[in-house]
């Protein structure tokens, strides 16, 4: 027995050796890791989350214009490979809108990961001992205007299913908050954003906001957006107020404004939305009554040029290609003058200011190769007629499904097949309950 | 030697020879005195000579060979012995632990093996992965793709996990191989994920393992869960493939050259709609456009080109030859194994497949009593065209595009080269075909080193150190280019998307092992040692795009990406294992290992891994006495083994996104766990094995029971935290299963043998805790798994018509495979391998994607309640019910038969052995109600999902001539 008890010894022995003990971790080779920003972030890296913020805001926008674009009937998204634009968005016979569905859960998503760069940007800039406070201010009115931006763009989905608004702490997600008070929310988010930037020293790149590079600029833009939300809250001299603080000019060129902007850098986007003209399988293609119901002479006409051949899918067709987006490096406006000028013209209008309306709806109609403004005088013919212009003028920008909405007129898009539906919203992402 | 050897007395000297029951000589045939450690082994003429003390008994085994015990003093000077063929299978040594092995007959699992021959020897696969389906009891096996190169999903034992690892550990003559699939950027073109990945897990890519030749491999023990792969710790929980190749035997020299030629076609072709004007012209609602469908139809009807796209597109006959040149010989101290091999293989889609060059030089040399080193070293250059197939967001892919494109519409080129665009679809196939190409090339090397040490010996106890390792070393270049001029390169001007990967894995044991004959029949081995596995994996994918017309480098062009994604991993621990053998009849065995991974939360702790098992085997206890057995055994095993976590699971991290030329840092969609734990199973096995009737019937019966805890979970977060999901450790779940295998020699005749076997296996899986809410990992309108408490793991949910739920299952009810060889009069033989999987579901797009796209065969049938068309009755399904996706997915498949005859008294050239020339059909005969081209597909990779079907490379069938000579 003593010779298995030494070989049992050498081997345990052997084994004594063995604990060679140096952990290993190596770390994230990757990329870098949210802690190394929420710390003490240097400017540089508040830079590289703000250009993230913009960069990201792009993601899957194609998906939210689509949405909004063929639930409103502007146009129609073909595709060989998917269906789903054609079935479920236009409520084909027994579809639904399914909650696990790409139409909602990636342009959700995508939204909401701006917001949380955001909220990381806020953290970040607070934290920081490297920057004034002037700078500080700037990154965080900047950080809170695009994160109001980017929860209304979901809420204009989601609508009456509302949105969640405090999403700060990824454990402990706030509740959600129907349409009215996620509204209300997000003016109140701009407010403070506008706060902050009145105090603010703005150091950092802005692509795609060039005419806005400083604090006074990128509160005009805040108020921009403070007037579309105004208008979507019916909350008529509150948008006045804020488009005369914004960037709005009726003199000036429609497409003045804030945009997406792309390129073929290295890890840049192209335009999403951009399709060539005549092409097959994958195409955008305007919805028939753009052209049937449009003004002689409307210069609009150009945004649905006619293919060489029809295009057709499933029970639906189209001889006109959806051209909004010409290149795939064209801008794609977050907000610009034109739609001021008609939110200017809708308040107005809604603030018994008729003569006001038609001055700027005329602006629109003049720019545009149409004749002044000649039918009555009325408040519901004048808001149908800033409604139109809004359907032309912002074709393709993401506006027509949410006009008629607001109006309580979604009965009157046209149906195309015979037992096709019009969504008032969206449901809820799938995982959120 | 650092023990002085016991002296005995040396009372009597044995001489001998020993042959098989045909008298050639074996070799190597080890003859040891019983109860001691005191032996020889035979040479080449099958002689040994050895002392042994008076009164001693011997026992002389070989493997493949039945034991024999025999009484010293009963042999004569020269006596010459018979072994007898162990056709069971019980006498086969089967490895156990990291340095020991047992025999079969003592064996505590259900150690699954597949010889040489039934792997390569009936209808060779075209590539090894693909080699092993329908083998393995116990195994579910898909093929992600019908693409050239290989690609296949191997689960043992159900599934293992949800969102980890579930592939088997594949461990090549020591060597951890790496069995990674990395995608060559495809989603860049194909946006089949969307998002803008320029990954995802629907490129299809070939698995690694493919790359292995399976003329160099001599034979594969599958560990097919933790109570048998413990021992191999944190990367074992998928169980563990044991591939050994070929080494050199002593004497004469052997040379084999062997030349296969074949035919690559088709599988099965599902047809394509019959256009008429009227159909045609109903392709669009819109009258005018209408209109000219109808006068395009009557155009092309009246030129007669109306064409069998399908047909054309994947028609191609490809033409295969493969050459192996192999060479074993050597003599007392030095043995060898060479081998030289090429293949080339055409695809069933023109401009697709596979060439593999591959050359293995293994050698065994003693460099004296006690010590004896091995090294196999083995370097593979392969290249795959996979063309480009599968699902697509985007019109691209070869099959999407064909779905959508009816006969009538002109495809082909015109005289100038110049291809037309296609006005159904994206993309134009034929040019896709044409000008694409999509190219995985590999220069693989990989060497094991093995080395025995005798560090004391004595007649009732050895002690040997064994220190295995070796390194897996491979460059993966993935080449996608898609030229400008394609139809679908309008907007990036074309596009080159090359994939750099270097991938280094190395890993080694060392270990002590202590043989010690406490008493006659008391033995134990003890073995204890320390282990070590790294990998480092870098890939790099640059995607160009406006591409400088005609070139491929990706620095010619407009614009450039690059992504890069790096991933490293440390696991060490160690291990004890103790075995115990009674009788040789009674084993116990026990082993505890220790490892810890750099991937987990906590990278410095340590997690164990217990197995014990027991055999008992009745026969030799003589607890069952009369001739009905020969040979019967109880056993049962238990172990725990794991998945460590992903690399970079622990992290929340922040991806770049730029914009205008300003580095951008955007968070990451997937959170990080700090605090995450590797998932854990345990696993306890028990059974029954037997032979009877002179073992010419095997029998062995397997019952198991996994259990998977603390299972991991990519989770879905709520997206409005910014993340959409977050790996967690989510709950456990459970797979029971029952694995019969009978072999059989029903015929022995001088004339003709007859040998067969049949095995039967069956798993069920069941959720057992889950924290998360269940919800669908996929679509519910196109029907898809979801992890649920108290479900099967494997369901398959969606749309039912009246809200959602279950519609099916992917897992089989049962799978069968049945493999027979006759043998007349040693010179012909006819082998062949059936497989039958019954039940299991696969999520069918093919069939829909017709339907949508309006060309489906029987799109026009009427058969439904309805009386529309059956393709527009389908149709309005979509939204409201899932239920035409999900479709049993059953077949029987002659997967192999060859049919081959051996020359080998050939008086006439003397220099030439034997000749040995056969025709064999591989995946031949399917019979199946599945309605697409292969039941035996996943096309959305080696992960969880199982069982999508939409377009993937057709199935291909396989018909070879062969020829081998033996110099």
């Known amino acids: 027995m003593k010779r298995i008890t030494y070989i049992h010894a050498v081997l345990i022995s052997a084994l004594t050796v063995c604990f060679y003990s140096c952990k290993k971790d190596y770390g994230n080779l990757n990329g870098p890791t949210i802690e190394q920003f929420s710390g003490n972030a240097s400017e540089s890296q508040l830079d590289n989350l703000l250009s993230g913020t913009l960069s990201g805001m792009r993601n899957n926008l194609a998906y939210y214009l689509d949405d909004v674009g063929s639930i409103g009937r502007e146009g129609y998204r073909f595709s060989g490979s998917e269906p789903r634009y054609v079935t479920d968005l236009l409520g084909a016979g027994t579809t639904t809108l399914t909650n696990s569905n790409f139409y909602i859960t990636d342009p959700w998503a995508a939204r909401y990961r701006v917001v949380k760069n955001c909220n990381l940007l806020i953290e970040a800039a607070t934290n920081s001992t490297l920057i004034s406070d002037a700078e500080k201010n700037g990154y965080v009115g900047f950080a809170r205007t695009i994160k109001a931006y980017q929860l209304l763009l979901n809420l204009n989905l989601t609508y009456s299913n509302g949105i969640r608004v405090d999403v700060a702490d990824p454990n402990h997600l706030g509740p959600f908050v129907g349409y009215d008070d996620g509204l209300t929310a997000i003016a109140a988010l701009l407010d403070s954003a506008k706060t902050d930037l009145s105090n603010a020293s703005v150091v950092f790149p802005l692509p795609g906001f060039e005419a806005f590079g400083d604090a006074a600029g990128l509160s005009q833009v805040n108020r921009a957006l403070a007037a579309r939300v105004a208008i979507y809250r019916k909350q008529w001299s509150q948008a006045l107020t804020a488009i005369g603080e914004s960037f709005f000019d009726l003199t000036k060129n429609f497409y003045f404004g804030v945009n997406h902007v792309f390129s073929t850098g290295a890890g840049d986007q192209l335009n999403p939305m951009f399709i060539p003209q005549n092409q097959t399988g994958e195409i955008r293609v305007a919805h028939p009554s753009y052209a049937a119901e449009i003004e002689a002479g409307d210069d609009r006409i150009g945004k649905a040029t006619l293919r060489s051949s029809v295009a057709s899918l499933t029970g639906l067709s189209s001889d006109r290609d959806v051209w909004v987006y010409t290149s795939s490096t064209a801008l794609l406006p977050i907000i610009r003058n034109e739609e001021l000028i008609l939110i200017y013209a809708e308040a107005s209008i809604q603030s018994a200011d008729l003569a006001d309306g038609v001055k700027a709806i005329n602006v629109i109609r003049s720019g545009h190769n149409l004749p002044p403004y000649s039918r009555a005088m009325t408040k519901d013919t004048l808001i149908t007629e800033v409604l139109n212009q809004r359907r032309y003028s912002l074709f393709f920008e993401g506006h027509r499904w949410i006009d008629m909405r607001r109006y309580d007129k979604l009965g009157y898009l046209p149906l195309d097949r015979p037992n096709d539906h019009v969504w008032v919203e969206f449901p809820i992402p799938v995982g959120e309950n | ?967």
Not at chain 2, 191 to 202: F, H, L, M, P, Y
Not at chain 2, 529 to 554: F, M, R
Request: with cysteine; charged share 20%.
């Open chain 2, 1 to 967: 030697m650092l023990f002085p050897c016991l002296l005995l007395a040396q009372a009597k000297t044995i001489t001998g020879r020993i042959t098989d029951p045909r008298d050639n000589p074996v070799p190597n045939v080890s003859v040891v005195v019983k109860n001691t450690y005191r032996g020889t082994v035979s040479d080449v003429d099958g002689k040994f000579k050895l002392d042994v003390p008076a009164n001693s008994t011997i026992i002389i085994s070989h493997g493949g060979f039945k034991s024999q015990i025999m009484q010293a003093d009963s042999l004569s000077a020269n006596s010459l012995i018979r072994l007898e063929e162990d056709f069971t299978k019980m006498e086969e040594v089967v490895v156990t632990g990291l340095a020991t092995s047992v025999k079969r007959r003592n064996l505590a699992n259900a150690v699954g093996t597949i010889s040489s021959k039934e792997l390569n020897s009936v209808a060779p696969a075209q590539t090894f992965d693909a080699a092993l389906n329908g083998k393995i009891p116990g195994a579910y096996i898909n093929a992600n793709s019908g693409a050239p190169g290989g690609g296949i999903s191997v689960k043992l034992r159900g599934v293992t996990s949800v969102f980890g690892n579930t592939q088997p550990l594949y461990v090549l003559d020591g060597v951890f191989m790496d069995n990674s699939f990395t995608s060559a950027g495809l989603n860049t073109v194909t946006k089949a994920r969307r998002g803008g990945s320029i990954t995802s897990n629907q490129d299809n890519p070939s698995g690694r393992i493919a790359d292995l030749r399976a003329e160099d491999i001599e034979n594969i023990e599958i560990l097919k869960g933790p109570s048998a792969a413990a021992i191999y710790g944190s990367r074992a929980s998928g169980g563990v493939i044991i591939i050994t190749t070929k080494r050199g035997k002593p004497g004469r020299t052997n040379i084999t050259v062997s030349q296969d030629l074949g035919q690559v076609s088709v599988g099965r072709l599902l047809g394509v709609r019959e256009f008429t004007a009227e159909r045609a012209a109903s392709l669009s609602s819109d009258s005018a456009a209408s209109e000219a469908l109808r006068q395009q139809f009557l155009a092309a009807q009246a030129a007669g080109e109306i064409y069998d796209y399908e047909k054309e597109v994947y028609g191609n006959k490809g033409f295969a030859r493969n050459t192996v040149i192999s060479m074993n010989g050597g003599g007392e101290k030095t043995n060898f194994y060479f081998s030289v091999a090429q293949k080339d293989e055409g695809g069933i889609i023109k401009g697709t497949g596979y060439r593999n060059t591959s050359l293995r030089f293994n050698i065994d040399h003693r460099i004296n009593d006690n010590i004896k080193i091995g090294i196999s070293s083995n370097y593979i250059n392969s290249s795959s065209d996979r063309g480009l197939t599968g699902n697509d967001n985007t019109g691209t892919s070869i099959g999407i595009a064909l779905s959508s494109t009816p006969g009538f519409a002109q495809l082909h080129p015109d005289k100038f080269g110049n291809y037309p665009a296609n006005p159904f679809a994206g993309s134009n196939p034929l040019q896709t075909i044409a000008l694409m190409t999509n190219n995985e090339a590999v220069n693989r090397f990989a060497t094991g080193l093995d080395l025995e040490a005798n560090l004391q010996k004595s007649s009732r106890s050895i002690t040997k150190f064994i220190g295995r390792g070796g390194f897996d070393f491979y460059n993966l270049e993935t080449t996608a280019l898609f030229p400008s001029n394609l139809q679908f390169q309008v907007v990036d001007k074309g596009t080159s998307i090359l994939g750099t990967t270097r991938n280094l894995n190395t890993n080694f044991i060392l270990s002590l092992v202590n043989n010690f004959a406490a008493s006659g029949d008391l033995s134990f081995t003890t073995s204890a040692g320390i282990t070590s596995e790294t990998g480092d994996y870098n890939n790099l994918i640059n995607v160009a795009t406006h591409v400088i017309s005609g070139q491929l480098n990706v620095d010619q062009a407009g614009a450039l990406n690059a992504t890069q994604f790096r991933a490293k991993f440390l696991n060490d621990g160690f291990f004890v294992q103790e075995e115990a053998s009674i009788h040789d009849a009674v084993t116990l065995t026990g082993g505890v290992r220790f490892d810890r991974s750099s991937n987990n939360g906590d990278a410095g702790k340590y997690y164990a891994y217990p197995k014990a098992g027991l055999s008992v085997n009745l026969t030799r206890l003589a607890l069952i006495k009369g001739s009905l057995f020969d040979n019967m055994k109880v056993r049962a095993a238990y172990g725990q083994a794991t998945n460590v976590p992903a690399y970079g699971s622990k992290f929340t991290t922040l991806v770049i996104s730029n914009i205008a030329g300003n580095p951008g840092a955007l968070v990451n969609t997937q959170k990080g766990d700090p605090s995450i734990k590797p998932e854990r199973q345990a696993e306890l096995e028990a059974g029954v094995d037997f032979s009877l009737l002179k073992s010419r019937l095997g029998l062995e019966f397997t019952y198991y029971i996994k259990k998977i805890f603390d299972f991991l979970m990519r989770a879905q977060l709520p997206s409005s935290s910014g993340f959409s999901s977050q790996w967690v450790n989510a709950g456990d779940l459970r797979n029971r299963g029952i694995e019969i295998g009978l072999n059989a020699r029903p015929v022995a005749s001088n004339t003709i043998i007859w040998n067969a076997s049949v095995n039967f296996w069956l798993n069920r899986s069941l959720v057992t805790r889950y924290i998360l809410t269940p919800v669908p990992l996929g679509s519910l309108v196109f029907a898809s798994p979801q992890i649920e408490q108290g479900k099967s793991a494997t369901q398959i949910v969606g749309l039912n018509g009246a809200g959602a739920g279950v519609l099916g299952d992917t897992d089989p009810k049962f799978q069968m495979n049945t493999y027979h060889e006759i043998t007349f009069k040693n010179k012909l033989s006819l082998s062949f391998l059936l497989h039958w999987k019954k039940g299991g579901d696969n999520g069918n797009l093919t069939n829909w994607q017709n339907d949508f796209g309006q060309t489906s065969v029987d799109f026009d049938k009427v058969t439904n309640k309805l009386g529309v068309p059956d393709g527009v009755y389908r149709q309005m399904q979509v939204g409201s019910s899932a239920a035409i996706f999900v479709q049993d997915a059953s077949y029987l498949r002659l997967r192999e038969i060859g049919l081959y005859y051996t020359f080998d008294k050939l008086s006439f050239i003397s220099f030439i052995k034997k000749i040995r020339v056969g025709v064999s059909l591989n995946n031949y005969f399917t019979i199946t109600k599945y309605k697409s081209y292969d039941p035996e597909v996943s096309n959305f990779g080696t992960g969880f999902a199982t069982g999508d079907d939409i377009d993937p490379y057709p199935a291909s069938k396989r018909a070879t001539f062969h020829i081998a000579i033996d110099f």
